[in-house]
């Protein structure tokens, strides 16, 4: 009946309707986590975090509770916050296609903004935009060193690659 209510547009209905089935089976992740969904859609994604916290309290290996969760802090306007929220997630159940999904949205838009960035930079802007795309592939090549050079210290083989690309220390 609550989702009746909720898809009806009756937020106030369903919110009664969840919190009558929470007084008889208190703290029921099923029913803590529809309560959540309706708060985040409803336009209260204050509240529906502190719903979802409440549900990982119980039970931290609920991987939706942290895409959920990651939702509503996105909502909220704390981007970090989502991200930490999605690779929770992603620990609990790495096959969960949601976190994976906003977490490559994440990084395909900080990748588009350091571009977006380079070309508000005025008269160096094309010279910035192609070191930038430069730094982008250094960064996959890096992972790669990383991965075949064990031996050397994190930050030492990264300068080594930046030096190396760039001729510049």
């Known amino acids: 009946y609550a989702f009746a209510a909720r898809d009806a547009g009756d937020a106030n ?4 309707l969840y919190s009558a089935e929470l007084e008889q089976r208190p703290n029921a992740p099923g029913v803590m986590a529809k309560l959540g969904n309706m708060m985040k859609d409803s336009g209260d994604p204050e509240g529906a975090t502190k719903i979802y916290r ?11 509770a942290w895409l959920q969760l990651g939702h509503a802090l996105k909502l909220c306007g704390d981007g970090p916050g989502a991200e930490d ?14 976190a994976l999904a906003e977490l490559r949205t ?10 977006a960035d380079a070309l508000a930079a005025g008269a160096a802007a094309d010279h910035s935009f ?6 982008d592939r250094l960064e996959v090549e890096l992972a790669e060193l990383r ?9 030492q083989r990264q300068r080594n690659v930046v030096k190396e690309a760039t001729g510049v220390a």
């Open 106 to 115: 994440s990084a395909l838009t900080r990748h588009h903004m350091r571009k």
């Open 130 to 135: 192609a070191l930038a795309a430069r730094i």
């Open 147 to 155: 991965r075949l050079a064990g031996d050397i210290a994190p930050g």
């Open 13 to 16: 209905r369903a919110l009664a």
């Open 54 to 64: 409440a549900i990982l309290e119980d039970d931290p290996r609920q991987s939706d």
């Open 85 to 98: 929220a999605y690779e929770r997630a992603l620990l609990v159940d790495p096959d969960n296609k949601g």
